[in-house]
């Protein structure tokens, strides 16, 4: 079983998993002070549509995820500035509309004589990732990263008082739309490794396991991170030793870090 962690699919699986981790456990810190998971929920949503239309283009599916996700995101920052509606229902509306959407592209894909694994997209297919998937996603974790890094103090202030954080001078708006956008890259980075239906998974369950080992936000964004890594070691090793879909294997050792870590504060409080 040793000599399998060495083969070249793994190593490649395992560079992937912890490009995402580099990236979902700081923003998802954000996405749990802002309490924004519907927001990822929708994009994940809306990555169907994404991945249809590239399919239907003959473009990297990764691409057409960031394209449709981005464009979802400038149609929620429009639309909430019409403020006709709440944001849960505007997010209600663009996910469904978005996943109906996607749905019927890749029916009309299909019935074209495309032949689309479509739970590979759903689910992630880490075991199949190959060098150029690698050299993209670390790409886009670099990018995301470097612009998040700019952002992290006015997001920090945004999230103690959005008031207050007016009243400083921080441009809002502005910064809550990068951090859309980069939500929506992020989406894009995960295609491969979780799939759409497991992102939001990803991103929550980290950072909310972080908040009882830090004191402080950059504190929960590092702990976050190390979690995130850790599981998708756990989820990789126990994918390969009991032949388990890589990507739900992920999100469960995530979920099982999360309930033990609760069950041993609770013991020693």
Same mark, same amino acid.
């Given at each position: 079983?040793?000599?399998?962690?060495?083969?070249?699919?793994?190593?490649?699986?395992?560079?992937?998993?912890?490009?995402?981790?580099?990236?979902?456990?700081?923003?998802?810190?954000?996405?749990?002070?802002?309490?924004?998971?519907?927001?990822?929920?929708?994009?994940?949503? $809306?990555?169907?549509?994404?991945?249809?239309?590239?399919?239907?283009?003959?473009?990297?599916?990764?691409?057409?995820?960031?394209?449709?996700?981005?464009?979802?995101?400038?149609?929620?920052?429009?639309?909430?500035?019409?403020?006709?509606?709440?944001?849960?229902?505007?997010?209600? @509306?663009?996910?469904?509309?978005?996943? /109906?959407?996607?749905?019927?592209?890749?029916?009309?894909?299909?019935?074209?004589?495309?032949?689309?694994?479509?739970?590979?997209?759903?689910?992630?297919?880490?075991? $199949?990732?190959?060098?150029?998937?690698?050299?993209?996603?670390?790409?886009?974790?670099?990018?995301?990263?470097?612009?998040?890094?700019? @952002?992290?103090?006015?997001?920090?202030?945004?999230?103690?008082?959005?008031?207050?954080?007016?009243?400083?001078?921080?441009?809002?708006?502005?910064?809550?739309?990068?951090?859309?956008?980069?939500?929506?890259?992020?989406?894009?980075?995960?295609?491969?490794?979780?799939?759409?239906?497991?992102?939001?998974?990803?991103?929550?369950?980290?950072?909310?396991?972080?908040?009882?080992?830090?004191?402080?936000?950059?504190?929960?964004?590092?702990?976050?991170?190390?979690?995130?890594?850790?599981?998708?070691?756990?989820?990789?090793?126990?994918?390969?030793?009991?032949?388990?879909? /890589?990507?739900?294997?992920?999100?469960? /050792?995530?979920?099982?870090?999360?309930?033990?870590?609760?069950?041993?504060?609770?013991?020693?409080?």
């Amino acid at each position: 079983m040793s000599g399998l962690f060495l083969e070249d699919f793994v190593l490649y699986a395992l560079a992937a998993g912890i490009a995402l981790a580099l990236v979902v456990g700081p923003l998802g810190s954000v996405v749990v002070w802002r309490r924004m998971a519907y927001f990822g929920d929708t994009l994940a949503h $809306a990555a169907l549509l994404g991945v249809a239309l590239a399919v239907a283009a003959e473009q990297l599916p990764m691409v057409g995820v960031g394209i449709i996700g981005i464009g979802i995101a400038v149609l929620l920052f429009w639309l909430e500035k019409q403020r006709n509606l709440s944001t849960d229902i505007l997010l209600g @509306i663009l996910s469904h509309s978005a996943l /109906a959407l996607g749905l019927i592209v890749l029916s009309i894909i299909q019935s074209n004589g495309y032949n689309i694994n479509l739970n590979s997209y759903l689910f992630g297919d880490l075991l $199949a990732v190959s060098k150029s998937d690698i050299v993209l996603m670390f790409i886009c974790a670099f990018i995301i990263l470097l612009v998040f890094s700019q @952002i992290l103090s006015p997001l920090i202030s945004i999230s103690v008082n959005e008031e207050l954080a007016r009243i400083d001078g921080i441009p809002v708006e502005k910064v809550r739309f990068v951090f859309m956008i980069l939500l929506a890259l992020v989406i894009a980075v995960a295609l491969k490794v979780v799939g759409i239906l497991l992102i939001t998974a990803l991103l929550i369950i980290p950072a909310a396991n972080a908040r009882l080992f830090s004191h402080s936000p950059k504190q929960m964004v590092l702990v976050s991170v190390l979690l995130a890594v850790a599981a998708v070691l756990i989820g990789l090793y126990s994918s390969l030793n009991w032949d388990l879909p /890589a990507g739900p294997a992920i999100v469960m /050792a995530a979920s099982s870090l999360f309930f033990i870590s609760r069950l041993a504060y609770r013991r020693s409080a």
